[in-house]
């Protein structure tokens, strides 16, 4: 062997190890982050019971536990703003900036929350701070998700975008999953004195924590190769194109996103997130056992992602997208009626129905990502899917407390949701089938 020959080999050996390294990374960096976002909102949701009588008055518990869930919502109004402020940096200065400084401000808004002081020792001030940590929350998780996927898909290998697309739900199912997990084991470790003195705070302090890891990581991190082309030929073009008016131009784009979003945003949150505090408040199975229960669906959920993410890979987007939507639509009344008193009726219904939700989950980041071009690609996901999330899916939990235990018409939320996923189904056939799409075009 030359010397030549053998300069080679090792040069190869050592692009092949960078490839993998530069991948890895990649895909622990988007990861992390995601799943940091996602476990802020899961562990409020999960927690809710137990600190809403903490930061609110604990004379009248089933208003406490509605105004915690409000201010969920609120925190979701916030998103649209993020969307555009995050989206803009995403399209202008870089998508590695947007996704450090998105989750850098989620990990402030964790903080808040893990350090608040009661309702007993301040009042209503213990309310304003649980709100304005909301607000902080919702505008990075409004940056994050867009800035995020955007990054992932212009990584992506174009033949397997939707298998990495997985990526985001998945990862963000396990910081769903551990947020549940916690509240699972605490309830056994702690007593209900203990869960309201302390125990609810630590889950928030977990999440800065993770956020500053994933921002340690994120800061590490390579801008893609798509947007650096673009930046190129931006720059040698004699005029740059102005945001606003590419967004006007993309409007149709804009709401094909809410249309694809709506359905999904709703029964997700519905069945992944609020069904096993829905299960242990309103229909009073144990609350131990029905987070155990949400943490074994969810697990089905991760191993439905990628299988779907592959087949839309195959045989393309649409089909997939539209079985997700009308298996939704279909099976949601008859879960709900399975759902009754037990924890195993729980874990069937909620894996019936995130089996056919995963179909979207697994794969609307790359579609979302191949209906824009690179020159608006975050902003232009990024303003529309979070007024689809803020106006919807933060409402979803509220909503079905309220038609559930003060109107006491379940079916009218449950009749809400199936309408939602039949509207995503239709706009699913208005676009284009995008799989394999170059990103650079």
């Known amino acids: 062997m030359t010397p030549n020959s053998t300069r080679v080999e090792r040069t190869a050996r050592a692009s092949g190890t960078t490839r993998r390294t530069s991948t890895t990374h990649t895909v622990l960096s988007t990861g992390i982050g995601n799943a940091a976002e996602w476990y802020d909102w899961g562990i409020y949701a999960t927690f809710a019971p137990f600190f809403s009588k903490q930061l609110f008055s604990a004379a009248n518990p089933t208003s406490a536990i509605l105004s915690t869930l409000a201010i969920f919502a609120v925190g979701f109004l916030a998103r649209p703003f993020g969307g555009f402020l995050f989206g803009w940096i995403g399209d202008r200065v870089g998508r590695k900036a947007s996704m450090t400084l998105s989750i850098g401000l989620a990990a402030v808004g964790s903080l808040l929350i893990a350090v608040a002081p009661t309702y007993a020792a301040v009042g209503a001030l213990a309310s304003l701070v649980l709100l304005v940590a909301r607000l902080v929350q919702g505008v990075a998780h409004g940056g994050e998700l867009p800035s995020s996927q955007t990054f992932l898909a212009e990584s992506a290998p174009r033949e397997k975008r939707g298998l990495w697309s997985t990526l985001i739900y998945f990862s963000g199912t396990i910081g769903t999953i551990a947020g549940v997990l916690m509240g699972a ?20 302090l977990v999440g800065a924590l993770l956020g500053l890891w994933g921002l340690v990581m994120r800061a590490r991190l390579k801008e893609t190769e798509v947007f ?6 931006a720059k040698a073009a004699p005029v740059k194109p102005k945001l606003w008016p590419e967004i006007v131009r993309h409007r149709k784009q804009a709401l094909q ?72 639509a279909v099976l949601n009344f008859p879960m709900q009626a399975l759902l009754r008193d037990s ?52 409402t979803a939990p509220y909503l079905q407390t309220l038609f559930t235990d003060v109107v006491k018409q379940t079916w009218l939320f449950n009749g809400y949701a199936v309408l939602m996923a039949v509207i995503s189904a239709a706009v699913v056939l208005t676009i284009p089938e995008t799989k394999g799409k170059d990103l650079t075009a």
């Open 228 to 233: 650096q082309e673009e930046e190129a030929e």
């Open 343 to 394: 924890a195993w009726q729980l874990f069937i219904s909620m894996s019936v129905m995130l089996v056919f939700i995963a179909a979207s989950a697994s794969i609307v980041p790359a579609v979302y990502a191949e209906l824009f071009p690179t020159s608006i690609r975050t902003v232009g996901v990024g303003v529309p899917y979070s007024i689809c999330v803020a106006l919807f899916g933060g």
């Open 257 to 328: 996103v809410i249309g694809l979003t709506v359905g999904l945003t709703i029964v997700y949150y519905v069945w992944a997130i609020a069904a096993p505090t829905y299960a242990s408040t309103t229909l009073k199975i144990d609350p131990g056992q029905a987070l155990w229960a949400g943490v074994a669906a969810n697990i089905v959920f991760l191993i439905a992602l990628p299988l779907w993410g592959r087949l839309s890979d195959r045989i393309g987007r649409k089909p997939v997208l539209l079985v997700s939507a009308i298996g939704a």
């Open 185 to 204: 084991v605490f309830t056994i470790v702690l007593t209900p004195a203990q869960m309201g003195a302390f125990g609810w705070r630590v889950p928030f």
